[in-house]
């Protein structure tokens, strides 16, 4: 089983590229963040030709997330499992064959101490708390997404320069750890313990050609799917060409 999380943003401005993508590499399951489309913008009949079922929450121009399955998945549920109403579409949850998989957009925070960077603290206590309530299932679980947090120094290019910055501040990273306590394992770290490989990219300054990135986006395993990880890793490819997305593919394959 080969699963993959991609931040697009914009699904709709990238559509042709990633159904090319989507038609050279056929992943059985691929969890979106920022498809910044409504739910009625959604091209869910595009990827109906192309062989996959989706479950979408979109809001208009921001945020949104959505998970493809070769099989058709049930339990679909959007939001968090607390039933508040939140009008930013960052979470969807569904379950494709007995597994549990959720496709996740952290809120960035904007800065250290703001109120944006309070509300990204608050989701993920919220995140922490819907995945407590589903540990029956949480060997069988997947959380892909982009987390907006670089969980350790070896996930930055400059670990002096973004030290309690944004993304790399120690009150994100306890969040981030304290999600994994739950028994969640990061696949890519499972495999590739080294530094330097990151998922994310400033569009400026050369950020990607000098590889000055972060690796903010992550496919989370439960027990007994990390037991069985064979494979894991980033698609630079996909960050490079015209127009593409400032995050790369991450992906992670299973022994059935």
Not at 41 to 56: E, K, T, V
Not at 140 to 149: A, E, H, I
Not at 156 to 180: K, Q
Request: aromatic share 10%; glycine share 8%.
């Amino acid at each position: 089983m080969r699963v993959v999380s991609w931040n697009i943003n914009s699904l709709r401005r990238r559509q042709e590229r990633f159904l090319h993508w989507l038609g050279e590499t056929a992943p059985d399951i691929i969890c979106l963040q920022e498809t910044k489309c409504t739910d009625e913008q959604f091209p869910a009949a595009a990827l109906r030709d192309a062989g996959y079922h989706a479950a979408f929450h979109g809001q208009k121009s921001y945020n949104g997330v959505a998970i493809l399955a070769k099989e058709e998945m049930g339990d679909v549920r959007v939001g968090f499992c607390d039933q508040v109403d939140d009008p930013q579409a960052r979470v969807i949850a569904a379950r494709v064959g007995d597994t549990r998989v959720f496709s996740i957009y952290a809120p960035n925070g904007q800065a250290v101490g703001s109120a944006p960077y309070e509300y990204k603290l608050k989701w993920y206590e919220r995140l922490t708390r819907c995945l407590r309530e589903e540990e029956s299932a949480l060997e069988r679980v997947l959380v892909c997404g982009d987390f907006n947090v670089a969980p350790n120094d070896e996930d930055v290019h400059d670990p002096a320069l973004w030290r309690g910055s944004i993304m790399c501040s120690e009150e994100e990273r306890a969040a981030f750890r304290t999600l994994c306590d739950l028994g969640l394992n990061d696949t890519l770290r499972l495999l590739h313990p080294e530094p330097g490989l990151f998922s994310w990219w400033d569009y400026r300054m050369l950020a990607f050609p000098k590889n000055r990135g972060l690796r903010i986006d992550a496919i989370l395993a439960g027990s007994d799917l990390a037991a069985r990880c064979t494979g894991a890793g980033i698609d630079r490819q996909m960050r490079k060409g015209k127009e593409p997305s400032d995050h790369a593919p991450v992906w992670a394959e299973f022994a059935e």
